[in-house]
Nanobody
């Protein structure tokens, strides 16, 4: 079992920045690829970014490339999502998730989920 707790969400103006954190407890953190997904009202949950256990490989959705950066600190059992140049369309609940196999871009690859943190970007 892995428990995930997100933090760092909030209200920010367009063009601003936020850094989300996800603290993991339970099994060995480095064994998991970690991902960030988001879900806006009335929309399906969508992939945002992911990072392999070693931190050597990252994946991004096209709509966040160049603006968001995923990273992890395995010593702290924490994964981060640095979000810059935020847009109103980035408004959503952001979820952290952990996976042991499968494509890191796919929702179905993730077995453990956090409770989510709200990000609201005002225009």
């Amino acid at each position: 079992q892995v428990q995930l707790v997100e933090s760092g969400g909030g209200l920010v103006q367009a063009g601003g920045s936020l850094r989300l954190s996800c603290a993991a407890s339970g099994r060995t953190f480095v064994d998991y690829a970690m991902g960030w997904f988001r879900q806006a009202p009335g929309k399906e949950r969508e992939f945002v970014a992911a990072i392999r256990g070693s931190g050597g490989t990252t994946y991004y959705a096209d709509f966040v490339k160049g603006r968001f950066t995923i990273s992890r600190d395995n010593a702290k059992n924490t994964v981060y999502l640095q979000m810059n140049s935020l847009k109103p369309e980035d408004t959503a609940v952001y979820y952290c998730a952990a996976s042991t196999y499968g494509s890191p871009r796919l929702y179905s690859a993730y077995h453990y989920w956090g409770q989510g943190t709200q990000v609201t970007v005002s225009s």
